[in-house]
């Protein structure tokens, strides 16, 4: 079964431009939100987390919005550059810290 | 520190066969989790080992196996391949749980299985 849904599936900007990826979870359970970061021939690298207690997480140019009632979460990229090019996927661990993935959205930054 | 390694890198293998893929944990890592990662899909949970048994298991069917050594690597086992086994296949790591922070698990670079 499908508990985190991520959205859109693909997604293409301009350079510094903003992209913004969505996920929606089912799972009340879920105390922790990390995005992954996956280029082509590589596994995925964790990039930024949120804590259900907090709405918002900066770290440089990234950002996750949390939305607890809503049970959606979503990545911001401000002033997007090429080399963010990649497959960014929302998750959320199962107790045993085991992460449940999103589909992915691939996104191309245009120079 | 390596991180975690994977091999080998890519396996073709045809229906009916069977393959073992590697895994060498992070150092300092005792827990390795296994996923399936199809093409334009996110990673599926396949299994998890940790103190040399099998933890927890994603609903994957018996044909996929796994073992855990003292030094902490894992080998990920499939037999009978079918064509829709062909996928990447990541491991991930995590340190000891009395160490366990939320962003505790490293993926390596995956092997590319292909079935024909």
């Known amino acids: 079964q499908q508990q985190v849904k991520q959205s859109p599936q693909s997604l293409i900007v301009q350079k510094g431009g903003i992209s913004i990826i969505n996920c929606a979870y089912e799972n009340t359970a879920f105390d922790y939100f990390p995005w992954y970061q996956q280029f082509p021939g590589k596994g995925p690298a964790l990039l930024i987390a949120?804590?259900?207690?907090?709405s918002e997480k900066k770290e440089g140019r990234f950002t996750i919005s949390f939305n607890k009632s809503a049970k959606q979460f979503s990545l911001h990229i401000m002033d997007s550059q090429p080399g963010d090019s990649a497959t960014y996927f929302c998750a959320a661990p199962e107790p045993n810290n085991d992460m449940r993935f999103g589909a992915g959205t691939r996104l191309t930054v245009k120079p | 520190d390596a991180g975690v390694t994977q091999s080998p890198t890519h396996l073709i293998k045809t229906r009916g066969q069977q393959v073992t893929l590697r895994c060498s944990p992070k150092?300092?890592?005792?827990?390795v989790s296994w996923y399936q990662q199809a093409l334009g899909q996110g990673p599926q949970f396949i299994f998890q080992y940790y103190e040399e048994e099998e933890r927890q298991r994603g609903n994957f069917p018996d044909r996929f196996s796994g073992h855990q050594f003292p030094n902490y690597s894992s080998e990920l086992n499939v037999n009978a391949l079918l064509l829709g086994d062909s996928a990447l296949y990541l491991c991930?790591?995590?340190?000891?749980?009395?160490?366990?922070?939320?962003?505790?698990?490293?993926f390596g670079p995956g092997t590319r299985l292909t079935v024909l």
């Open positions: 150092s300092g890592h005792d827990t």
């Open positions: 991930a790591s995590s340190p000891p749980r009395g160490l366990r922070g939320p962003d505790t698990q490293y």
């Open positions: 949120i804590r259900p207690d907090v």
